[in-house]
């Protein structure tokens, strides 16, 4: 029987230990698969630590070949996910620190330390109603837009501007958790940063990502 804490109960919670399994049998069609759909997130993540894009491709191709190299030692104690983005972070803050670009994700000073809503957009403490929206400032109600603005391509392309235009800290863990799917823990493990240091981070990014939601909706 399989104790809780054994490498093998955490690898079977593992949502990709299908892949896991199929990597460790040598399927180089699972490996082909993994490396289409998650170099796109690990490149977006990279480049918040290095100074251009070609930088970044190469750390996503030297986490792969790292992925490569550790699977036969990897034990399964964190999920596949996490211990890829953890050695794509390690490679990527590597060529940061070479090109003087690293940024500690555990800081939270300088560009996350403002308010995450405009506070124009709340009623002033003489207003009768303190500390609520203004008729201008109250947020835009997604419901009822025709789907297919939701999803048009215009709206992708914003939000992709958008989350690239997020600071570094706050876009990798927008990334991680909202693009790649990572839980709480997952994220907090491959950043090495606390619970609460990834929850502002969260909430900040998201409520950037909203604002320029917002503001495409009442264009």
């Known amino acids: 029987m399989t104790s809780p804490g054994s490498p093998e109960a955490q690898t079977t919670a593992d949502p990709d230990a299908e ?20 170099s796109p997130t690990m490149l977006r993540v990279a480049r918040a630590y290095v100074s251009n894009a070609q930088s970044a491709e ?15 030692a990897f034990e399964g ?34 560009d996350d330390g403002g308010p995450t809503v405009d506070p124009d957009r709340f ?5 009768p109603y303190p500390d609520h929206w203004t008729p201008t400032g109250i947020p835009v109600r997604w419901e009822g837009q025709p789907e297919g603005r939701l999803l048009a391509g215009e709206t992708m392309r914003l939000l992709g501007a958008a989350l690239t235009a997020l600071p570094p800290r706050q ?7 909202d693009v ?20 502002v981070l969260l909430h900040r990014g998201r409520a950037a990502l909203r604002q320029a939601l917002e503001d495409y909706y009442r264009s």
Do not use: K
């Open 77 to 110: 104690r964190s999920t596949l996910r996490t211990w890829v983005f953890t050695i794509l972070m390690n490679r990527a803050r590597t060529r940061g620190s070479r090109e003087a670009r690293s940024v500690p994700m555990s800081s939270l000073a300088g």
């Open 171 to 177: 876009r990798v863990v927008v990334t991680l958790r």
């Open 180 to 199: 790649q799917g990572l839980t709480s823990d997952e994220a907090c493990e491959a950043l090495g940063i606390t619970a609460q240091n990834q929850r």
């Open 123 to 127: 009623r002033g403490r003489e207003d």
């Open 58 to 72: 190469d750390a996503v191709q030297d986490a792969w070949l790292g992925v490569v190299r550790g699977l036969a």
């Open 19 to 38: 892949v896991l399994a199929r990597l460790r049998r040598g399927d180089d069609r699972a490996f082909a698969d993994l490396v289409d759909r998650w």
